[in-house]
Every structure is written in structure tokens, then in C-alpha cells.
């Protein structure tokens, strides 16, 4: 190698193209590593300044070669050697010498300016500050044809070039939509569109620059047109990486309600869903199973859209989503309950999948994965489902009949943050309304326990404040009714049971200091229906209470209740916390005197909205 570039040196000395091509030739033939150590910067640099494209062609890939290690790459970071790069780069025409020689520069260029610019934000910033980006992304104006080999090269070093240079700061990916790079790869996408597999290579290397900008620039937004070719360009292909690239960047896009809208008008999601429906069967490698994944998690993501949720809802997506209930492949399944919780987002909505038994479905399927060793994925999106569905108030009783309850409560066992706080969340909307239920669940010792236990050592917050809220929300439908009833006739034996489990009443109390303005009334009214019930029956039920309330310290969590959110507090609030406290005046000594160590009574004083009504 000493001899090679030895002789190089001399080649160019002696400005003398026909001896330094086959030098040129040797070095770029040699393993990369084998010239690290010597300078030929500026020897290739001075031999791309002759006037002979045979030595520019043969100067560039040389460069191409050598830059591939960090040592050489630095070195040719440089303003001259980029200028003088790019001075020779051209969009290839026939007219200059033929076409294959121009070509070939092209290439070999691209390969020079793609490997300097690898990992290299010197030269990146060399390119933007040069303004020659300009000239790079004109290449793309090229018409390739890429049944020529030599062209499908160009092909792929030409966008290699462009995704290494947009790889670098985000100023650059912006100059680069300024400079309307998205408009020219949108061009050659729809060009695609006539023959999707015959251009595969083309797609192979138009789509990375797109995702590169989408991965550079926050909320970038690619106009409708581009969004339905690379729609139409999914529904076509056949080529898994080409699948994978558009599900991509249509998931990146469909984060925008706008482009939901689009893509359901489109008809991507039966589209995909027939193509799932397809391949199904064969999809058995990892590969194929990432590239499911990502079109389900699509569909599930265009659902996620009101405008597109109810556009498709009368398309037959709806039937397709349910017949995917009955899937043994378990991405499908997940997907099929998933974008039927997503359906599930109006009371009519939801009525429907009751009439249609559709319900019944969801349940079977949770019943058999209801335990600590099933997927939590499908627990998760099951619990997430059946909690929209049973929102509205006629489907209650339909779901406490079919057997919610008994299915649900042995998944007490699992300890998943996620699973546990859909599964809280479930519980507590179809105890809404429901006394009897409510009732019985106050009763169970084993959830009222376990919700104590949740609702103090829980690290979710989110698991933290469904424990919190069903145990309230437990004594408000079971006991709301009939707070007021005669005390000999109301049976009390849920709240007896509650208040003897060890820090359930000191959950209720804490919670009175929630930052939610939601959980503290909820707090309230729980605690109002506890004070006023054990009030009304015997003193050591009461006695036992009171004791309660001062070891969990409730003089100093309303205290900082009405310190902390007394200005925000709504009137509904502040009623059920006078109403609270008016309770607690008339228990026992020790409990009044424990309101009074903590100045409960002037602090309600201090409540704005208070001030207010007693001004009027």
C-alpha cells in the first residue's frame, strides 16, 4: 500500500489521470482499513479538480471507500472537498459525454458526500452552511428506470445520501421541507403506484427519507394526497419492508384526528383487515409478527378518533372487529376487543353490543383468561372495553347478570398496574346505581382488603385513586338511598364489615386530601354516609367510629382540604363539606374537641364561595 500511495502522490504531482486511475482503482479495491493511516485528502482533492470525468468518477469512489473508517471520515470533512463534491454533482442527462458515465459520477458522488456525511454532523452542518443541500435533493428530479441495474444503484445511494445528510439536527430536516424535498418524494411515490412491485427497489429508498423527517420535526403534517398514495401504496405492495415503512409512517400521521378521518374515508382499515385476513396463516416469524402488530395497532389507532370512529362504524369494519373475537391468533383477538372498546364510546354504542350479545362474547373470552398466568395485553384491553360498556346505565343489570362480577373478582390475584386499574375502574362503573351489588362488594372482605392495601402502598397513581374511589363509591350506591331510612330497618352490615377492616376508614380520610377536587366530594360523601349511618345507631358503634376518624387524623386532612383548594372548590363541595362536618359536631367529645386542636370551624370561614353565600 506504501507504493500504491506513493505512486498516488506522484499521479497527481504530475496532474496525470492515465497513471493515477488504476491507483485509484487499486486503493478503493484495498480493505478499507489498509489506508487509515495515510493522508490523501488533499492528492484526491487536487485530482477532482482535472477536467476528466474518467479520474472525478474513479477520485469519488475512492473517497467513498476510504471514508468509511471515523479517521478517514474526519478528514474529509471539509469545506473544500464537500464544495468540490458537490461543484460535480448533476442530475444525470443524456447529454453529458452518455448517459452511463454521467450516471456513474452521479453515483460515485452520492456514495462520497453519503459516507462523509455517516454519523458526521461537521459535515452535515458544511452541506446546510454551503447551501448545497439545494443540489443534493434535485437528484431526486431524475426519472430513474430501474429495470438498469447501474440505475437501481443510483437509486439507493442517492436516497442513501439524502437520509444520511437528514439524519442530523432538526434544522436541517426543516430546511429540507422548505426546500420541498416532501413534494419531490411524494412525486416519485405516486409514479409508484402504476406498478407497486415493479419500483419496489425505488420504494425501498423513497420512504426512509420520509421517516427520518416525521422522526426530525415534532407534528409534521404531510398533505392528504401524500397520506392516500402511501395508503394505496400499502394496499398494493406485496414487499414486507415496503408494508412496514408505510404502516409506519401512516401511524406517525394518524396521531392527527384530520388524517384518522382520512384514512377511514380511505378504506385502510378494511383494506388492512382483509389483508390480515389473508396472511394470517402466515404469519409465523418474528418479522411477520412485528409487521401485524403494526397494522393492527393502526386500526386500533384510527378508532381512536371520533369522526373516524363513527364513519367506520358504519362500514363493515364493525363485523370484521367481531369476528375477531373468535380468533385464535391472539394479536387479532387483542385488536378485535380493542377497537370494540374504542366503538364502545356512545350509550347507543354500547346498548347495541348488549342487544347483539356481543357482550357475552367479551365475557367468554375473559373467563378464560382471568388469571395471573394469562396475557396481560388481552386482560388489559378486555377490562378497558367492558368498562365502556357498561357505562350507560341500561346496560348495567345485563352485565351484573351475565356474570361480570364472578369474573372478574379472582383477577384480584393479579398484581399488573395496568390490569388492576382497569379492573378497579370496571368494577366501579357497574356498581353505579347498583345497590344491591354494591352492597354485596362491600361485604366481600377479600376486595375491601385488598383495596385498602392498594390504596396505600400502590406506586400507580392511577391504582392508587380507582381503590380510593370504588371503596367510596362502594358506600355511596350502597348506602346513598338510604342513608336517611329508619336506623332499626337499614341493614348495615356492608358498612360494619368495612369500617372493622384495618385502614379502610383511614383511606376514606385520607382521601379527603386527594388533589382531585372529584375524589375529595366522593371522599365526603362516603364519610357523611358512614357519620350519619354509626350516628344513628348505637353510641359504641358511634364511639368506635369517632375513635376511628381522630387516629386517622381528620381534623388535620380537612384543615388541609380547605388550605389547599378551599378558592376552587364548587358549591356541591362545599355543602357536602359543611354537611360533613356538621356530622362530626354532633359525635363525640374527644372527636369535637379534635376539630376544634385544628381551627376546623374557622378555616370553613375562609372559604371564598362560603363567603359568598353568606354575603348575598
Not at 32 to 45: A, F, Q, R, S, V
Not at 132 to 140: G, N
Not at 448 to 454: E, I, M, N, S, T
Amino acid at each position: 500500500m506504501d507504493e500504491i500511495i506513493a505512486g498516488l502522490k506522484n499521479a497527481t504531482l504530475e496532474k496525470n489521470s492515465e497513471r493515477a486511475l488504476p491507483l485509484l482503482k487499486q486503493i478503493s479495491d484495498a480493505e478499507t482499513n489498509l489506508c487509515d493511516k495515510y493522508d490523501i485528502k488533499n492528492d484526491l482533492l487536487e485530482l477532482l479538480q482535472l477536467d476528466d470525468t474518467k479520474v472525478h468518477i474513479q477520485a469519488a469512489r475512492c473517497i467513498a471507500e476510504v471514508a468509511k473508517t471515523d479517521n478517514q471520515r474526519a478528514k474529509f470533512s471539509k469545506e473544500d472537498v464537500i464544495r468540490r463534491l458537490t461543484d460535480l454533482l448533476r442530475v444525470p442527462t443524456p447529454q453529458d459525454n452518455s448517459a452511463d458515465v454521467s450516471l456513474e459520477l452521479a453515483t460515485q458522488l452520492c456514495r462520497a458526500l453519503g459516507n462523509i456525511c455517516y454519523a458526521n454532523d461537521d459535515a452535515r452542518a458544511i452541506i446546510k452552511e454551503l447551501g448545497v443541500d439545494e443540489r443534493i435533493f434535485a437528484l431526486l428530479d431524475y426519472d430513474v428506470d430501474t429495470d438498469n441495474e447501474d440505475r437501481d444503484q443510483f437509486v439507493r445511494v442517492r436516497c442513501g445520501l439524502i437520509s444520511n445528510y437528514l439524519l442530523g439536527s432538526d434544522d436541517i430536516a426543516e430546511r429540507a421541507v422548505e426546500l420541498k424535498l416532501i413534494d419531490k418524494l411524494e412525486k416519485i411515490l405516486t409514479r409508484c403506484l402504476t406498478d407497486v412491485d415493479q419500483h419496489e427497489e425505488l420504494l425501498l429508498s423513497i420512504l426512509p427519507p420520509l421517516s427520518i423527517l416525521t422522526e426530525q420535526i415534532s407534528d409534521l403534517c404531510f398533505a392528504p394526497s401524500l397520506n392516500k398514495t402511501i395508503a394505496k401504496i400499502l394496499a398494493k405492495c406485496t414487499n414486507p419492508d415496503i408494508a412496514e415503512s408505510c404502516l409506519a409512517l401512516l401511524h406517525y400521521e394518524a396521531q392527527n384526528d384530520d388524517v384518522k378521518l382520512l384514512l377511514a374515508e380511505e378504506g385502510l382499515c378494511e383494506t388492512i383487515y382483509q389483508l390480515l385476513e389473508k396472511y394470517k396463516t402466515f404469519a409465523n416469524t418474528d418479522e411477520a409478527r412485528v409487521l401485524m402488530k403494526l397494522a393492527c395497532d393502526l386500526i386500533v389507532l384510527i378508532l381512536t378518533g371520533d369522526k373516524s370512529m363513527h364513519y367506520l362504524y358504519t362500514t363493515p369494519l364493525l363485523k370484521g372487529m367481531e369476528d375477531w373475537l373468535d380468533s385464535y391468533d391472539v394479536e387479532l383477538l387483542t385488536t378485535g376487543v380493542l377497537a370494540l372498546g374504542n366503538f364502545a364510546r356512545t350509550d347507543s354504542h354500547c346498548i347495541y353490543m348488549v342487544e347483539k350479545k356481543i357482550v357475552h362474547k367479551l365475557l367468554s373470552i375473559l373467563a378464560k383468561n382471568n388469571g395471573t398466568e394469562h396475557q396481560m395485553t388481552l386482560q388489559h384491553a378486555l377490562l378497558s372495553t367492558l368498562k365502556n360498556i357498561v357505562i350507560p346505565k341500561p346496560n348495567k343489570a345485563a352485565f351484573i347478570e351475565a356474570g361480570l362480577v364472578d369474573i372478574i373478582l379472582p383477577m384480584l390475584e393479579i398484581h399488573q398496574a395496568p390490569v388492576v386499574f382497569k379492573l378497579l375502574g370496571t368494577l366501579r362503573m357497574t356498581v353505579d346505581g347498583q345497590a344491591k351489588l354494591a352492597s354485596e362488594l362491600l361485604q366481600n372482605e377479600k376486595l375491601v382488603k385488598q383495596l385498602v392495601h392498594w390504596s396505600q402502598t400502590s406506586e400507580f397513581t392511577g391504582v392508587l385513586g380507582e381503590s380510593l374511589r370504588l371503596m367510596a363509591w362502594l358506600i355511596k350506591h350502597a348506602y346513598y338511598q338510604q342513608k336517611d331510612s329508619d336506623s332499626v330497618t337499614l341493614d348495615d352490615t356492608g358498612l360494619r364489615k368495612f369500617v372493622a377492616i384495618e385502614g379502610a376508614v383511614a383511606s376514606m380520610v385520607g382521601m379527603l386530601a386527594s388533589t382531585h377536587l372529584v375524589m375529595q366530594n366522593e371522599a365526603l360523601i362516603a364519610l357523611t354516609i358512614l357519620t350519619t349511618i354509626f350516628h344513628n345507631k348505637t353510641t359504641e358503634d358511634g364511639s368506635n367510629l369517632d375513635q376511628l376518624l381522630v387516629q386517622a387524623n381528620v381534623g388535620a386532612k380537612l384543615a388541609e382540604q380547605i388550605t389547599l383548594n378551599g378558592e376552587s372548590m364548587t358549591k356541591e363541595i362545599v355543602e357536602n363539606l359543611q354537611t360533613f362536618v356538621k356530622q362530626l359536631h354532633s359525635s363525640s367529645d374527644a372527636l369535637v374537641t379534635h376539630l376544634r386542636e385544628h381551627n376546623i370551624d374557622e378555616l370553613l370561614k375562609t372559604i371564598p364561595s362560603l363567603v359568598e353565600y353568606c354575603t348575598l
